[in-house]
């Protein structure tokens, strides 16, 4: 049974644009969960964790099942067989931060807009107007309500390992 979980895309400016039914292979870190954005987004799951000796020093590997890979960072706790709880973060310059490469692949099932309340913000420049993000951070599927702005965007994905799903004939 394939495993689904929530992929915080980064917000780092990359030509691509992740929508529902798209295989891919990102580059992710497991991430803990974070008071500010909904707690629906973080779930617990088995992991094996190895350490990986590199020119950059130790690094961990977290095995997830189906073949798929993701880096656990330092604050991360685990080692060995245990459980993470959290959610993956798609870093698409984790290259940068890490020597080992993580593995797998990744079905899009949807994409979903992280938002936030927008108010306007005081300014001292006569006939600028500046909004300024406000309240706590909420999933929005569809159309945002006119006074919020997005902030992120999350994926469910499903996890396929090393190499991609095969596309059954309709």
Do not use: K, N
């Not at 899009?108 to 909004?131: H, K, N, Q, Y």
């Amino acid at each position: 049974m394939p495993t689904r979980l929530w992929m915080i895309e980064d917000l780092e400016p990359f030509p691509d644009d992740p929508q529902p039914g798209d295989v891919c292979t990102p580059s992710t870190h497991w991430t803990l969960p974070d008071p500010h954005l909904p707690d629906s987004l973080f779930t617990t799951i088995p992991a094996r964790i190895e350490e990986v000796d590199t020119a950059r020093g130790v690094e961990r590997v977290a095995y997830l099942g189906s073949g798929f890979t993701t880096m656990v960072p330092d604050h991360v706790p685990g080692r060995g067989d245990t459980t993470l709880t959290g959610a993956l973060m798609w870093d698409r310059y984790l290259w940068m931060d890490y020597a080992t490469t993580p593995h797998g692949t990744v079905r899009v099932d949807e994409r979903i807009s992280l938002a936030r309340r927008m108010v306007p913000a005081r300014r001292f420049v006569s006939g600028w107007t500046e909004l300024q993000h406000t309240g706590p951070v909420s999933l929005h599927r569809g159309r945002l309500p006119v006074e919020h702005g997005v902030v992120g965007y999350v994926l469910a994905v499903t996890l396929w390992g090393p190499d991609p799903p095969v596309q059954q004939p309709s």
